[in-house]
């Protein structure tokens, strides 16, 4: 996250062969992606966007993300506007040196406020805006948490919370075939980290204050909902694909896939599929980050294996 060797963005992409007739997607990471130290070449080279950030904010981001003082950037309110500014700035820094134009923007959970900045949804100010809000109501939502489940694919692992009689626990993220995340109340997840252990299967509790992506967040969807009502959102210049759905935004349906956004599940399988769906090859970047790409050379792995059974290879 905090590497910023701006210059291998416009060198080949990581995925397919680029001499080959590819379409090129951006990633944007979510929260997880932060680190003490993000930023520090990146506020120097926009100090008027830092300056106003820090206005808008409240607080002294610059400092917040060189020093985490008593880790703050693990705290959502923090963390979320945090890693918008500094992918936002990272963007911009790619623009100006007439890096590969995307043809598809993607972002995990809060990055995909950075896919709809890079897309020309709306403008910097906006979305830190809608950021900061954002992350200040999932942080009140507190109590709960989630935890990643490795190596079990989702309809596998349902079935053995359910008959283990583990109810309320709902998915947050599909992230690859066999990583999906999970979210629950906290009596509800030790119930599901004891059934996941009996049975050896691999977790691991996410550091998170509360439980995201899941019908835990319905008590300030209303609030966020009635937020987005006060800002005006342009048609994408570049195609977004909406996490709700895993397909791209259809017209006029931002403000009300933001507001899903909060209590439905991350379909990134969905969205990285149907990209390769598309049949002409991918090339791909991540700005900020390097787990989504290890996510999506996953999902390709799984995509080939499937297609060699299929052909009898």
Known sequence: MCGTDIAAWCGP??????????VFAIFFPGQGAQ????????FGRYPG??????????????SRCRDNPDDVLSRTECTQPALFTVNALRTFERERRECRPADYCLGHSVGEYNALLAAGVFDFETGLRLVAKRGELMAAASGGGMSAVMNTPAPRLLDVLREDGVDGVDVAAYNTDAQVVIAGSDSVLRAAHASLKARGIRFAP?????????????????????????FTFAEPRTTVICNVTGRPYERGTIPE??????????????????????????????????????????IEKTDVRNALVKSGV
């Open 49 to 62: 966007l830092t300056r106003f950030a820090c206005e808008l904010l409240g607080y002294d981001l610059v």
């Open 206 to 230: 996410l550091r998170v204050s509360a439980a995201f992506h899941s019908r835990h967040m319905e008590p300030v969807r209303s609030e966020f909902e009635s937020f987005l009502e006060g």
């Open 13 to 22: 992409a990581t995925g397919a062969d680029p001499g080959g007739i590819t």
């Open 35 to 42: 680190c003490r130290g993000m930023g520090a070449d990146d």
């Open 257 to 298: 896939m933001l507001s899903r956004q909060l209590v439905e599940p991350v379909r990134w399988v969905d969205s990285i599929r149907y990209l390769l769906s598309l049949g002409t090859g991918l090339d791909y970047e991540e700005i900020g980050g390097k787990s989504l790409l290890r996510m999506v050379k996953s």
